[in-house]
Nanobody
Framework: QVQLVESGGGLVQAGGSLRLSCVAS????????MGWYRQVPGKERELVAT?????????TYADSVKGRFTISRDNVKKSVFLQMNSLKPEDTAVYFC???????????WGQGTQVTVSS
């Protein structure tokens, strides 16, 4: 079994910062990519940021968070982090940790952590 455990969500005022963490445990082999998605009620889950776990750590971001959010990872600890600065009310969502392994292209999801940004 594979588990992704998130932490770091909470309530913050607009302009504030939060740092999300996610640790992968269990039988994970060939971890290729980890990242963060978010979802609000009535909308589809959307990508926030992802990063490859190999050499180089290539990252991608949603346009809405570029310049404000930074994703990073720890290969040894199979962890991924999301530093969120200059938070806006529209960033309010449940944030889900995601991991993908190769070559099976298996996707794993965390249980989600609530981020609420008040205006």
């Amino acid at each position: 079994q594979v588990q992704l455990v998130e932490s770091g969500g909470g309530l913050v005022q607009a302009g504030g910062s939060l740092r999300l963490s996610c640790v992968a445990s269990g039988s994970i082999f060939n971890l290729n990519r980890m990242g963060w998605y978010r979802q609000v009620p009535g909308k589809e889950r959307e990508l926030v940021a992802t990063i490859t776990m190999g050499m180089g750590g290539l990252s991608t971001y949603a346009d809405s968070v570029k310049g404000r959010f930074t994703i990073s990872r720890d290969n040894v600890k199979k962890s991924v982090f999301l530093q969120m600065n200059s938070l806006k009310p529209e960033d309010t969502a449940v944030y889900f940790c995601h991991a993908r392994t190769l070559p099976s292209a298996t996707n794993y999801w965390g249980q989600g952590t609530q981020v609420t940004v008040s205006s």
